[in-house]
């Protein structure tokens, strides 16, 4: 009986870590779906703003299962805080979605669903130190060696976003600038659509990765597990 407990309470910590990467997977991209879509679409009705709450939900529900998983691990549960604390700004700014897409003008919104973009690239960035944490911690070294690379790639891109939208607006900001300077924002203005797409991509793709990197974590649990078996 002894030894029973400690590999059933192991058992029930692993079903709620695989079913919290699970809630993540899928919760990540609807919740990035449901914000777009709710602020660029005009016929949404008002009881449509709970979609993107839901979605946001979702996300911070897997966050709140994976906390049961090696509570005794400060450095993992540190990024895991992390993480639910910027899930928790995301929930309350979502409906911002909502508002904007009908008062696209009113600077209120605009500056929420702003902050809400960039909330959503930090967590972006926290979860990757998560899924890190989560990783060192599980017996597969090319999984660990997977998400170290692919995290600190994933990182390195967000930082890159930010950056680069941090600079834009601070210069849109200064009333006088360089000649040089005042023509690249003019040639940024005329290729708005191609920098947009641009930036578009380099969202997507640590958010793709961040995806296989915890589609891959579940999988190797699951082998774990079956294998231990």
Known sequence: MPDHAPKAELLRSLGRLVRGLSALFWGLPLALFVCVKIATVEWMQPQFIAAPVAGTLLIFYGLALLSDFQKQERVWHHALDRAK??????????????????????????????????????????????????????????????????????????????????IYTVLEQVPSLPDGLVKVLLVLEFLKPIVFAVFALLILIPLAMTMTLIWKIKEAIFSSVFGAE
């Open 85 to 166: 604390l910027i899930a928790i700004i995301n929930i309350g700014l979502s409906p911002f979605c909502f508002w904007w897409g009908r008062l696209p003008n009113v600077v209120f919104y605009n500056i929420a669903v702003g902050i809400l973009f960039v909330s959503g690239m930090l967590f972006i960035f926290n979860l990757n130190l998560v899924l890190q944490r989560l990783a060192a911690m599980l017996p597969d070294e090319t999984l660990r060696s997977e998400s170290r690379v692919f995290g600190n790639l994933n990182r390195t891109l967000l930082l890159v976003v930010l950056g680069g939208l941090a």
